[in-house]
């Protein structure tokens, strides 16, 4: 899968996948997701980001995750 919206670079924000080559990381994006805030919200914090920004955010961490296993802890 080819992702338009995720660039990485080795020189910013330590090789971390961000978007769009803007030093927001990927993975605060998809915390915000995570945390409840809306896309309205996200895009207030963030000015520069766009709706299509979030989404391939998204699929992007749902791509991440299934390519390679999690440690889980068992509920007790």
């Not at 971390?16 to 809306?38: E, K």
């Not at 895009?43 to 391939?56: K, N, Q, R, S």
């Amino acid at each position: 899968m080819r992702f338009k919206r995720i660039t990485t670079n080795p020189n910013q924000m330590g090789g971390m996948p961000c978007i769009r080559s803007l030093r927001i990381p990927v993975a605060a994006v998809v915390g915000m997701v995570a945390d409840g805030m809306t896309n309205a919200e996200i895009l207030e914090a963030y000015p520069d980001l766009e709706e299509e920004d979030i989404v391939e955010a998204l699929r992007y961490a749902a791509v991440a995750v299934s390519e390679r296993e999690l440690p889980l802890v068992m509920a007790s």
